[in-house]
Each structure stands twice: as C-alpha cells, then as structure tokens.
C-alpha cells in the first residue's frame, strides 16, 4: 500500500522574527523535516497544539502505531488528549538545512494557536501534518493553479492569507515571462505593509487608517475601484451572462459557513483570480467579480479561510 502524501512531523521551535506589527513567522526544526515536501505557495499543512498542560506524547505515540493513518491516530485519541488542530500556510521550506517557517497572525490570547503565539520560546515542540517526500498519490492541500497562459491575475487576501499571497508573489517573480498581476492586502494595521516582489500591483488596505470599517470592507472598497469589467470583456468574460452568474439558491447559510471554490479551468484561461479570507468576505469578492464583472466563475478560486464570530486561532 502507498504511503499517504501527509505524515505527521516531530518539530521544535527553532527561532521566532517579527515580520510585521501582526504578523510573527516561526522557524522550526526536527529530525524529519529533511523529508518534508509542498508543491505551492499555498501549501496547507496542519499544526497541533496540546490541551491545557497536557503534552503531545500521546499523538506521537498512537502515531507511530498507525503509521502514516495520521488523522486515525489523532481521532482515536480521548478528548482530553487530543490536541487542538489549526491549519496554516508553508510561508518557506528548506529541507537541506531540516527548517520550515510557518507565519502567524498575532490577535491575542482568544485560542489555543494564538496563545501558543503570544508566549511562545525557541524550544517548544509542535506536530505538522504536511506532504511527505518520495510517496506517491495526487498532490494535494493546494490550490494555486493559475493557466500556464494566463495573461492577468487578481490576488485578493486578508492577514490570514498574506504568508500565501506573499509566496506567490515569489512564484510569479521567478517567471521569464510575466502576466499582469495585481494585488489587494487587508491587513490590520499601516505597519504591516512588507516589501514584496514588484511582480504585482500592490493595494495595502490597513484597518487601523479607517476604525469603523468592517473587516473586508476594504477590500470590496478597492476592487470595486478598479475597472475589471472591459478588461475582463476583453479577456473573454460577458458581463450579465445568466449562465455565468452564481445561483442565488446556493446562498444558504452552510454555503456561507464552508465556502472554498477551486477556479475549474484549462491552461487556455486569460484570466485568474485567487481569493483567501474570512468566508463571507470571500464569497462576496466572487460575488461581485463573477455576477457584476462577468468574469467566469470557471477562472476564481475563492477560500473562506476562517469565519467571523468563530474561534480560529
């Protein structure tokens, strides 16, 4: 039988940098990560935090039984000795030196992944569910796909999507040839602007300027701004086209709450937008570029990353 794509790893915190007034990225280290592989600046992988004073012995322990049946292990385990799970993004991996960064968004002692942030020192020790090199089976836990010839690209992302966005700036400023790309960052405050690739056009939106907008107001705010609809008319989109349109039926409350729609298109596409941040702003970023712009839903990956009112730190 092969072995599964994600495995669990033993990591210990190796150092912590300040990246931004809210953003901390943290560099662990283990005897494993040597064998730790991802295949995109969006890579998901997963981190576990022990409950209370508990510790993750057991996880490791049941682990090792179950071998790489990694989310059987965790299940298995009694409520009381089963860590809390957070799914992050891989900001960088450098398995010649066994180190992987992970970037957290500091918003206080309100969950158990940003307390462990707030308090955390060089030594600590985590699990990581991530892809696992030399295993066969698709590659997953992705979903930057942009068309090989696409022409433009529109990246949309709150604070919790920036280690992505931030990656994929890279990606895209290592291409030889280069599509225009523009880039809108929510982010809490004026000093977590980060000096990024020039590949892209960049719109830092920063809460603090404004204290009475919503989160995501300004995102919708400043891709409202910019004139998409001939481009996309251009580009092979038809604005008001019924068929393009998303259905009003699909507007429930449960699409609300598990909102992640992958772009379904060919290398052929023009046009590419990729969308992370809380559900419901996700949601009517898409809205408003699929039913308003006439982009075809076919050509947007939007992802709720987390949901408002919701514990997700």
Known sequence: MAKQRYRLFDI???RRTQ???????????GPDVGHMETYAPDQRIKLFFPKG????????????LAEHEWYGAYSSLPDAQRPYARTYTIRALRPEHSEVDIEFVLHGDNGPASRWAMHARPGDRLAMTAPAANTEGPQVGYEWKPPQGVRRILILADETALPAAAGILET????????????????????????????AKQHWLARDVESSCQHGELLQRALRDIDLQQEI???????????????????????EA??????????????YAW???ETKVAMQLRRYLVNECGLPKEYVTSMGYWRLGKSNG
């Open 12 to 14: 210990t915190l190796a």
């Open 19 to 29: 990246v931004s007034a809210s953003l901390v990225r943290f560099t662990f280290t």
């Open 53 to 64: 004073s508990g510790t993750l012995d057991p996880l490791f322990e049941i682990a090792k």
């Open 172 to 199: 895209l400023d290592a291409l030889p040839l280069k599509p225009k790309v523009e880039a809108l960052f929510e982010v809490p405050r004026s000093d977590d602007k980060q000096a990024l690739p020039p590949t």
């Open 233 to 255: 008319i251009a580009l092979g989109g038809n604005p008001g086209a019924a068929t393009n349109q998303d259905s009003k039926d699909e507007r429930s409350e449960d699409e």
């Open 258 to 271: 598990r909102l992640w729609e992958p772009a379904t298109l060919d290398d052929s596409a023009p046009f």
């Open 275 to 277: 969308i992370a941040a």
